[in-house]
């Protein structure tokens, strides 16, 4: 019997099911030892976003991950996974520290967008997206972004900028929700599951693009056998393009990553 495939809007709904695993659990689970480092040293501490220090093996990594709650004390907590301006300045202060003493950078992707709010856009929301994406472009060290739930807007692109992005085959990735765009393009929120189609948002889009390098397989529903599994393959490739990454030297790490976002859309001749 043919598997019934799965539409954009549904993966839409996958990506934001409150039960999906977030970026806490797969760090747990992928990596040795995290020790979670806090605040921008300039205005607080926002745990939308956790950065730290983690292992696999004897290799070092700096991560800097969306994190989203499951119930509502822990989504107030988090803010609901959408990040202020410190989150985006504690990123930037991770990957210098990672630039300085050489450690692979990656990071996981999984909110509907940076917070809107009218704090965060009086302590400089835009400028701090524009200043994370600009900071990660000039990195000299790997940089491997993940997309394993709903990667939306500016704040899903601030630490996207990666010499590889991944995407587990249910999520999402795109600059605005389907949502907004249908109520921007058309004036009429409803038409969501026309615009989801529309956007080219599933991994299998976005990879025939070329805007990710990989998809990682799953299941519609993850059980916690198979997450281990997805986990395990997450391991695997992360561990494979590092040691990839790592033969070049760091003007080529650079350049690796500027070449990938010119060939998205396969228009680097342009």
């Known amino acids: 019997?043919?598997?019934?495939?799965?539409?954009?809007?549904?993966?839409?709904?996958?990506?934001?099911?409150?039960?999906?695993?977030?970026?806490?659990?797969?760090?747990?689970?992928?990596?040795?030892?995290?020790?979670?480092?806090?605040?921008?040293?300039?205005?607080?501490?926002?745990?939308?976003?956790?950065?730290?220090?983690?292992?696999?093996?004897?290799?070092?990594?700096?991560?800097?991950?969306?994190?989203k709650g499951?119930?509502?004390?822990?989504?107030?907590?988090?803010?609901?996974?959408?990040?202020?301006?410190?989150?985006?300045?504690?990123?930037?202060?991770?990957?210098?520290?990672?630039?300085?003493?050489?450690?692979?950078?990656?990071?996981f992707i999984d909110t509907k967008g940076a917070y809107p709010g009218i704090g965060a856009e009086e302590r400089g929301q835009g400028e701090a997206i524009a200043s994370s994406m600009f900071e990660m472009a000039k990195l000299q060290v790997p940089v491997i972004s993940i997309v394993i739930g709903e990667g939306s807007s500016g704040g899903a692109l601030a630490i996207g900028v990666a010499n590889k992005v991944?995407?587990?085959?249910?999520?999402?990735?795109?600059?605005?929700?389907?949502?907004?765009?249908?109520?921007?393009?058309?004036?009429?929120?409803?038409r969501y599951k026309e615009a989801a189609e529309k956007m080219k948002l599933t991994a299998k889009d976005l990879y025939d693009l070329k805007v990710i390098d990989k998809i990682i397989k799953e299941p519609k529903e993850v059980d916690e056998e198979e997450f281990k599994k997805i986990a395990k393959n997450l391991k695997k490739e992360i561990n494979t393009s590092i040691t990839e990454l790592k033969k070049l030297s760091k003007e080529e790490i650079k350049e690796d990553r500027y070449l990938k976002f010119r060939n998205i859309g396969g228009f680097i001749n342009i």
Not at 70 to 91: C, D, L, Q, V
Not at 171 to 185: D, F, K, Q, T, V
Request: charged share 30%.
């Open 166 to 190: 991944f995407m587990l085959e249910n999520a999402i990735y795109s600059i605005l929700s389907p949502e907004g765009y249908s109520a921007i393009l058309w004036k009429d929120s409803s």
């Open 70 to 107: 499951r119930t509502t004390k822990e989504n107030i907590e988090r803010n609901f996974g959408m990040p202020n301006p410190e989150s985006y300045r504690k990123a930037i202060r991770f990957m210098k520290q990672a630039e300085k003493f050489n450690r692979p950078v990656i990071t």
């Open 1 to 67: 019997m043919a598997t019934k495939k799965v539409s954009a809007w549904e993966k839409v709904e996958i990506a934001r099911n409150p039960k999906r695993k977030t970026s806490l659990d797969y760090i747990e689970e992928i990596f040795d030892d995290f020790i979670e480092l806090h605040g921008d040293r300039n205005f607080a501490d926002d745990k939308a976003i956790v950065c730290g220090l983690a292992k696999i093996g004897e290799e070092n990594f700096t991560i800097i991950a969306e994190q």
